[in-house]
């Protein structure tokens, strides 16, 4: 079964991304246009965007002859989706979603919303037409990783006893990739402190958005500690686990993957180290990523797999971001994060 598709917002993240030469060394798709052009699962059909230049690109470059400036045009035209690539800014994505009652399908960029009240509202229209939402948080399709969840890391490391996050270019940009990859290989969070001032920038790109130093306080009794970096300077969005085992670095945004062992110490008797000079490396899966979550979803459709990356675990990415902010708004106070 092919999913009628649209591609709702043709930016970067969209398309533009593409015509980078430097990530296509090492990202395979670096845009949805790549992954729907090719994908069997999906007939992309129909590009909405505001912007005449981006309407005019997605008809020369990859021949899409439904272009429209608003979703509000397309259902007027009586365009009825399968599926929505909803790559907006954050305010218009519960409104795409809304604007076809015909999609039973939707990959959406996080943040679901500006809020988490709007978020859990698109969640909301989801939920009651019965759509399969995923939320392009794509590390949960990067296979490295998922093998690393399907065991590897317990093996190698053991009990972890310290964590730290590296990010940059925004709390509820990266910050949000990197709160879900602690998630993802340590455990649901149950607390978080915030550690440090809020530190606003105009190069941000979500509007309001701000970097924070902060702490995650796990279920299993872990706690990760996030610092930011400022993305002006160089860009970087990693984890390092020290395990009693072994350690997990992540760097260079996942292109760089390695565990190191546990040994006896190379310059005291009867101690240990962890050889991080002697690590093995992991081969890089991040450049199929988008790919893996795209194809993911057409398999939910069909029945064949359960969501990566389901709305709802994203929706509690935004519960423990509501959380940080309430923690910095009370000088830093531990606060507990709900569950939906």
């Known amino acids: 079964m092919s999913l009628r598709t649209a591609l709702v917002g043709f930016g970067k993240m969209a398309d533009t991304y593409a015509e980078d030469p430097i990530m296509a060394r090492h990202y395979r798709y670096a845009a949805h246009s790549q992954v729907l052009s090719e994908h069997p699962g999906f007939n992309w059909d129909c590009v909405i965007d505001p912007s005449p230049e981006a309407r005019e690109r997605a008809k020369e470059r990859w021949g899409i002859a439904q272009c429209y400036a608003t979703v509000s045009d397309a259902a007027a035209a009586g365009y009825a989706p399968d599926c929505l690539v909803i790559a907006t800014p954050p305010s218009l994505r519960a409104a795409a979603l809304a604007a076809f009652p015909s999609v039973k399908a939707a990959l959406v960029e996080k943040p679901l919303g500006p809020s988490l009240g709007e978020g859990e509202a698109l969640m ?12 392009n948080v794509w590390r949960r399709a990067d296979e490295t990783l998922r093998r690393l969840t399907g065991g590897l890391l317990a093996e190698k490391l053991g009990r972890v006893q310290a964590a730290t996050v590296i990010y940059g270019n925004g709390l509820h940009n990266n910050g949000f990739h990197m709160i879900d990859m602690a998630r993802m290989l340590l455990g649901e969070v149950v607390a978080v402190r915030a550690l440090g001032p809020a530190i606003p920038g105009p190069h941000l790109p979500l509007p309001g958005d701000f970097d924070l130093c902060f702490a995650l306080h ?58 991080s000079d002697c690590g093995e490396a992991l081969p890089p899966t991040v450049g199929t990523a988008l790919w893996a979550m795209l194809d993911n979803l057409a398999e939910a459709v069909a029945g064949q797999a359960p969501l990566w990356s389901p709305g709802d675990s994203a929706l509690q990415v935004e519960r423990i971001i509501a959380a940080l902010e309430a923690s910095l708004a009370q000088g830093g106070a531990r606060i507990e994060v709900t569950h939906g």
């Not at 909301?124 to 939320?135: E, F, S």
């Not at 400022?230 to 260079?252: A, C, H, K, P, V």
């Open 124 to 135: 909301a229209i989801a939920a009651a037409r019965g759509v399969a939402l995923q939320v």
């Open 218 to 275: 796990l279920a299993g009794g872990e706690t990760v500690i996030a610092q930011p970096v400022d993305f002006r300077t160089y860009r970087e969005n990693g984890l390092d686990l020290w395990g009693i085992d072994g350690r997990l670095s992540i760097w260079q945004e996942g292109l760089t993957v390695s565990l190191a062992p546990r040994r006896e110490n190379r310059a005291m008797r009867g101690e240990h180290e962890i050889a």
